[in-house]
């Protein structure tokens, strides 16, 4: 339990410093690119891309004013809620994600995947999506 508490702690730092260091870009800017590239036409409504990024919704409006004033996503308000917006990802996002995509990879491989030889991945990340989804 101690292990894994220290991992919970130290692993998003490691990441997130690899990041910060290779590409100038935070975990968190990392994260909502990510998002949105995986979503139906590359939006998601605010406040769902907080709660994916595990944000609250001012952290995540002010985190999208920055991305948006570099050129990475644009805010449109919601068709179906005149009080929502959508994140939209835009080309130039979607190019920045590629540029940091193989340094996030290659930090992942080096802070977690070099420790995991000989373990069984697909039943690791069973049992791990398995504790995700007990609340």
């Not at 990392?30 to 944000?55: F, I, N, T």
Request: hydrophobic letters at 45%; a positive charge.
């Amino acid at each position: 339990m101690r292990a894994l508490g220290r991992l919970m702690l130290v692993l998003p730092r490691q990441l997130n410093a690899d990041l910060e260091r290779e590409q100038r870009m935070t975990a968190s800017e990392y994260s909502v690119l990510r998002h949105l590239s995986e979503s139906p036409c590359g939006m998601m409504r605010m406040s769902e891309l907080a709660q994916a990024c595990d944000m609250s919704l001012s952290g995540m409006t002010r985190l999208a004013a920055k991305l948006e004033s570099q050129g990475h996503l644009k805010r449109i308000k919601c068709e179906d809620d005149a009080r929502g917006w959508n994140a939209v990802l835009t080309p130039r996002g979607l190019e920045r994600l590629r540029e940091a995509w193989p340094a996030h990879l290659a930090s992942v491989r080096r802070h977690i995947f070099a420790h995991l030889e000989g373990l069984d991945l697909r039943k690791l990340a069973a049992a791990l999506e398995a504790i995700a989804s007990d609340t």
